[in-house]
């Protein structure tokens, strides 16, 4: 991820530390894989996310209003918690919107995005 400083890097950082570095229901690992893929960080080595999670992180990060409680209920069913799913759904919006932002900003420089 680039620098998403700027006037509020300090509340940036604390948003994304406290997202994955926070204890949880789900590895940090986990969670900074499915931040990382949710961002469109293309060339980072994204550590592998377990397929049914990727797909989900992808609808998520993509088209959050398509999410439906099926996905959610197929995701519990294959032995996801409700705290866990929080957690990941959490941590992919926060990566689609650091992703966004960035591209955003990219924009207004009038830089291609990386």
């Known amino acids: 991820m680039g620098d998403l400083g700027g006037r509020y890097a300090a509340y940036t950082t604390r948003l994304v530390d406290g997202v994955l570095a926070s204890p949880g229901h789900t590895p940090a690992e986990l ?12 060339g980072e080595d994204i550590p592998p996310i377990p397929p049914a999670l990727a797909a989900y992180v ?14 959610l209920a197929a995701l519990q069913r294959a032995g996801n918690s409700d705290d866990a799913l929080f957690e990941l759904t959490v941590s992919a919006a926060l ?20």
């Open 31 to 42: 969670r900074r894989a499915v931040l990382a893929r949710a961002f469109g960080a293309p």
């Open 95 to 114: 990566g689609a919107a650091l992703g966004r932002l960035e591209r955003g900003l990219a924009a207004l420089r009038g830089q291609e995005p990386d």
């Open 58 to 71: 992808d609808k998520v990060a993509r088209h959050a209003y398509r999410v439906t409680d099926e996905d």
